[in-house]
């Protein structure tokens, strides 16, 4: 599956942004995706991470009440909805698949998704 991110910028603190990932190649309703980040001198971080099959989503803390994942099977793209930014948001921002996840929640270790997209920067000021 290839996987090609857009919709990053740069936004005032409080604003928001949505991020799209288009998927195509392989069977898309099978994957685990997954939103991740990497900011200035930091390491790569999962954000947010949903099953292509239904179930729920699953947060890190550091997002919960301000961003929202979501599919759009048909059109097999990948959103983020970024609500509420805050500087510390500011980084580049990974979209991620992988067809062999399962467990109650979907993964949000980067070391499980073996698919990604090369990124869109996100900036909050």
């Known amino acids: 599956v290839q996987l090609v991110e857009s919709g990053g910028g740069s936004v005032e603190a409080g604003g928001s942004l949505t991020l799209s990932c288009s998927a195509s190649g392989d069977t898309y309703s099978s994957y685990c995706m997954g939103w991740f980040r990497q900011g200035p001198g930091n390491e790569r971080e999962g954000v947010a991470s949903i099953y292509a099959g239904g179930g729920r989503p699953h947060y890190a803390d550091s997002v919960k009440g301000r961003f929202t994942i979501s599919l759009d099977n048909a059109k097999k793209t990948l959103y983020l909805q970024m609500n509420s930014l805050k500087p510390e948001d500011t980084a580049m921002y990974y979209c991620?698949?992988?067809?062999?996840?399962?467990?109650?929640?979907?993964?949000?270790?980067?070391?499980?998704?073996?698919?990604w997209g090369q990124g869109t920067q996100v900036t909050v000021s």
């Open positions: 991620a698949a992988d067809p062999g996840l399962g467990g109650p929640d979907p993964p949000l270790g980067d070391h499980w998704y073996n698919y």
